[in-house]
Nanobody, 121 residues
Framework: VQLVESGGGLVQPGGSLRLSCAAS????????MTWARQAPGKGLEWVSG???????HYADSAKGRFTISRDNTKNTVYLQMNNLRPEDTAVYYC????????????????WGQGTQVTVSS
């Protein structure tokens, strides 16, 4: 299993970024996918998840601002992040949740190397 995130960077408050995660080594179309993040000095926080039927779920901190999507033809999951805030600063990880839990209540089986998102003026 390989998960490779990209698309992070430095953005001003109120700005947008689109993260991508290229997946390989497993049947992507049959897997629930999630995004999680880890801010400096804090634990891993689940951000969003998408079922194989494209049903989506979001943490309260992401609702109304972030959109998760997937393209099974490209084995890629995306996270569109709008109206970014300084508190969104973190390393963002694409991850396969344990037991297919879209909100990753059981943790994660696999995750990528992460991509840094910094929101600052």
């Amino acid at each position: 299993v390989q998960l490779v995130e990209s698309g992070g960077g430095l953005v001003q408050p109120g700005g947008s970024l689109r993260l991508s995660c290229a997946a390989s080594g497993f049947t992507f179309s049959s897997s629930t996918m999630t995004w999680a993040r880890q801010a400096p000095g804090k634990g891993l926080e689940w951000v969003s998840g998408i079922h194989i039927d494209d049903t989506t779920h979001y943490a309260d901190s992401a609702k109304g601002r972030f959109t998760i999507s997937r393209d099974n033809t490209k084995n890629t999951v995306y996270l569109q992040m709008n109206n970014l805030r300084p508190e969104d600063t973190a390393v963002y990880y694409c991850a396969i949740p344990r037991r297919g839990s879209v909100s990753a209540v059981n943790g994660y089986d696999y995750w990528g190397q992460g991509t840094q998102v910094t929101v600052s003026s």
